[in-house]
């Protein structure tokens, strides 16, 4: 979803867990899908934790506790790991989450996610686990991601660190600009540069 991103203030959903790889985000089964409807896949994310094998939902996974929620999606180390698929990109997108934290991204899965509006915050460990602290005693607590000036704060205590984002990818979130958008954009001068340059 085409999104321009400038500030996001939001409680967050915590998934404490590491190595979390895409086929747990968005399983092989569903690659399949001839559609690319963000409700379709978003309503599958993490569908093996979210339902029991008979389909009944799973109380106790964290999209399914209504004492969590917002769009940001605070993750354990080495998220987005495994197959390169987009559709783990396209499911985190679909499900409403604008900005995923983590101390690491898989690097595909990271170009994956700001492809598709979803902005990928790396953070130290020991930042990372403060998030998940503040979150655990208070599940209100707000977190503060300001793209502009590369910044991500705990409003519950305070801290805040900067992050970093490719040049190019920070200007087409905040400007809401995907690939094909920048170039059409830019299309005059690319023109002039090809007439200069024949």
Not at 67 to 89: D, M, P, Q, W
Not at 99 to 116: G, M, Q, T
Request: charged content about 25%.
């Amino acid at each position: 979803m085409k999104q321009k991103f400038n500030v996001i203030t939001s409680t967050c959903v915590p998934l404490p867990l590491e190595n979390v790889d895409t086929d747990q985000i968005i399983p092989a089964r569903f690659l399949k899908a001839t559609t690319r409807e963000e409700s379709f896949f978003g309503d599958n994310l993490f569908r093996d934790w979210r339902y029991n094998a008979d389909g009944t939902v799973n109380k106790n996974f964290v999209l399914n506790d209504p004492t969590y929620s917002g769009c940001i999606l605070v993750a354990g180390k080495n998220f987005g790991n495994g197959s390169s698929r987009e559709h783990a990109a396209w499911a985190i997108a679909g499900y409403g989450f604008r900005v995923v934290i983590s101390s690491f991204f898989a690097d595909i899965h990271k170009n994956n996610e700001l492809n598709n509006f979803v902005l990928p915050v790396v953070v130290s460990e020991s930042f990372l686990s403060e998030l998940f602290q503040s979150i655990q005693k208070d599940p209100k607590t707000l977190i503060e991601v300001d793209l502009p000036n590369q910044t991500v704060t705990n409003k519950a205590t305070g801290r805040q660190e900067t992050f970093e984002i490719n040049g190019y990818k920070k200007h087409c979130l905040i400007n809401g600009l995907d690939d094909i958008d920048f170039l059409i954009q830019n299309k005059d001068k690319i023109e002039q540069w090809e007439q200069q340059n024949a």
